[in-house]
């Protein structure tokens, strides 16, 4: 409040106060949403591939499963049995490189999914976002921590309630996850000493190629479910739509 002295009487003058800015997605929404975007198609993208190599990975394992059979039996020679493997192991190498790619993306997205329905105030006070990294390195608490984060953001999205039943393809998509890299770790643990031995440990890796071509169709589903349930989240809060 200003009194001015007009040189006859004092008047009262009010400075006008700047509105406050929005924040968040509510600020910057074309923003916020095409990042979620954009990371969320990367790391279905990316899933998808790892998929596929897990898929060509299932008939290879069995090859030099049958392989290892055949050279103890005198019917093909060592440089056969060689060439079987390489061929495994180097698509398994492929395979580790695009797979750290894909969790890289993952985890961004996460954390950006997770402070986006909290800038709206839909967190209700929730500190998730050091979990969306953190979740998946601690020992033990990895094996809950990411299921739950992905259960927590689809109630916070929920365009109508808070508590939201998280749908069940979180839970079988984190089974699958869960089976692949526990059989990975399986996988170093076996002493190919013997030709039983050999035998078991292509079994294994093809088991765990096969949960994760299941974990990859079921994570790239699931991504699609979060990136509509927050167009539809966006929708309720009157954010403009992507072009």
């Known amino acids: 409040m200003l009194r001015w ?5 004092w008047t009262d003058h009010t400075s ?29 993208i990316l899933v998808g ?18 392989a290892v059979r055949r050279f103890d039996a005198g019917e093909i ?23 750290y790619l894909a969790a890289t993306c993952w985890v961004v997205w996460l954390f950006q999914a997770l402070a986006y329905p909290s800038a709206a105030g839909r967190m209700r006070g929730d500190r998730a976002r050091g979990w969306a990294i953190g979740g998946w390195i601690v020992p033990i608490a990895s094996f809950t921590i990411p299921k739950k984060l992905h259960d927590q953001l689809w109630r916070h999205s929920d365009t109508e309630a808070y508590h939201a039943t998280p749908p069940a393809i979180t839970g079988w998509w984190w089974f699958a996850f869960l089976a692949m890299v526990l059989s990975t770790q399986v996988v170093p643990l076996i002493n190919p000493q013997e030709l039983d031995a050999f035998v078991f440990q292509y079994a294994v890796i093809a088991m765990l190629s096969c949960f994760g071509v299941v974990a990859a169709v079921l994570a790239i589903k699931m991504l699609g479910m979060f990136d509509a349930r927050v167009d539809r989240f966006a929708a309720t809060q009157g954010f403009p739509e992507l072009s």
């Open 5 to 9: 002295w007009d040189g006859t009487a």
């Open 49 to 66: 591939f790892v998929g596929l190599l897990d898929l060509a990975a299932v008939p290879l394992a069995m090859g030099a499963r049958s």
């Open 77 to 99: 020679d060592a440089d056969a049995l060689i060439a079987a493997e390489d061929t495994l192991f180097s698509l398994g190498n492929v395979r580790v490189v695009i797979f």
């Open 16 to 44: 006008p106060i700047p509105a406050s800015q929005p924040v968040g997605p509510k600020g910057r929404p074309i923003a916020a949403r095409r990042n979620l975007r954009r990371w969320n198609l990367a790391t279905r």
